[in-house]
């Protein structure tokens, strides 16, 4: 029964969609650790890594291989790989603390997202069908949308990576001087802003409707006490 029960968990953590996430996990440190010696490489496994992120959960969907121990180890690679490339551009631009804001809203909303939908007994942090916010709503429930929200928001942090050419760059002037480089980079980037934009957006959102949603759990298990 033992052996039976190893095997199990030992399938579960084999499950393709776990496999692409180990690979993405790899792909990252390799990036990172190139990051400033190597940028153009850093950028495509970067980029390859977020494009997994996708591929990750259509097989999961595909293959029946839906997993809760998947689904955490994908949000987890998601943060903290976007918290480092935010860290980065901490470094690279100013005002840096810009970008320190931007990591510690993309972690708490999330977090409080997860808590939260673990308290009310949702399966996943996805489900907002009973939210009253429409933007909320439809961010979470049209995957179109919402993929291009994430695509926006990851690279344009690419782009702001690759533009900089030293460490004290105004963000502004460098986002400024691109746009008047070409038509085609000005309309991308703007593009990639709005997108931006609208995910920050939800990550307020997010924050908020999950700190309600432990309050009132708080609450109504202080009135059944």
């Known amino acids: 029964m033992a052996n039976k029960s190893r095997l199990t968990k030992l399938a579960v953590y084999l499950y393709i969609p776990n496999i692409i996430g180990y690979m993405r996990i790899l ?15 850093f950028s495509i496994l ?12 259509w097989f999961a969907r595909k293959l029946n291989q839906v997993s809760t121990f998947g689904a955490i ?10 918290a ?11 005002p840096g603390f810009a970008f320190l804001s931007l990591l510690a809203l ?3 909303s999330h977090w409080l997202q997860m808590y939260s939908t673990f308290l009310v007994g949702k399966v996943s942090h996805k489900d907002v069908k ?18 291009y929200c994430c695509v926006a928001c990851e690279v344009l942090y690419i782009i702001l990576f690759l533009l900089a050419k030293n460490q004290t760059e105004n963000i ?18 703007a593009l990639l802003l709005f997108g931006w934009a609208i995910k920050q957006t939800v990550n307020v959102i997010q ?7 432990c309050v009132l759990y708080d609450i109504n298990k202080k009135q059944k006490a």
Do not use: E, H, P
């Open 27 to 41: 792909m990252n440190i390799i990036a990172f650790s190139i990051c400033f010696s190597d940028k153009r490489l």
């Open 46 to 57: 970067y980029f390859i890594s977020f494009v997994c992120d996708a591929l990750d959960g």
């Open 73 to 82: 180890l994908d949000m987890v690679t998601d943060r903290i790989s976007t």
């Open 84 to 94: 480092c490339l935010l860290v980065i551009l901490s470094q690279v631009y100013r």
């Open 106 to 108: 993309d972690i708490a």
């Open 130 to 147: 009973d939210s009253t916010n429409w933007l909320f709503k439809a961010y979470y429930g049209n995957r179109i949308f919402m993929g």
């Open 172 to 189: 502004t002037d460098v986002l400024m001087n691109a746009a008047k480089q070409s038509s085609l980079l000005s309309t991308l980037l």
């Open 207 to 213: 924050m908020k409707t999950a700190a309600d949603a």
